[in-house]
Nanobody, 125 residues
Framework: QVQLVESGGGLVQAGGSLRLSCAASGRTFDAMGWFRQAPGKEREFVAAITWSGGSTVYVDSAKGRFTISRDNAKNTVYLQMNSLKPEDTAVYYC????????????????????WGQGTQVTVSS
């Protein structure tokens, strides 16, 4: 049974940092990603990484502030978020997929088969 367990969310002031973690179990994956959903908005892609080569892709608003990484030994993916802004406030979801795809296709939610339960990130101004 596949499980994705997120942790690390919380309340932080603007300009602060948080590190989200997503521990995966149950099977091997080709890639994992982070998405977020703010109240009243659609789910938005944030970042993705491949397990084997470590290729990454980011949404423009995250470039230079967020870093996605993985620890293969721990089957865990991280999202280091720096210089947080109030507009980063959302529920952040971890996603995983076992099908082999080019990294550029990982910006779509349809490119993932498995999802975590989400973790709340709130950035106060």
């Amino acid at each position: 049974q596949v499980q994705l367990v997120e942790s690390g969310g919380g309340l932080v002031q603007a300009g602060g940092s948080l590190r989200l973690s997503c521990a995966a179990s149950g099977r091997t994956f080709d890639a994992m990603g982070w998405f977020r959903q703010a109240p009243g908005k659609e789910r938005e892609f944030v970042a993705a990484i491949t397990w084997s080569g470590g290729s990454t892709v980011y949404v423009d608003s995250a470039k230079g502030r967020f870093t996605i990484s993985r620890d293969n030994a721990k089957n865990t993916v991280y999202l280091q978020m720096n210089s947080l802004k109030p507009e980063d406030t959302a529920v952040y979801y971890c996603a995983a997929d076992s099908r082999v795809r080019l990294i550029r296709y990982r910006i779509s939610a349809s490119a993932y088969d498995y999802w975590g339960q989400g973790t709340q990130v709130t950035v106060s101004s």
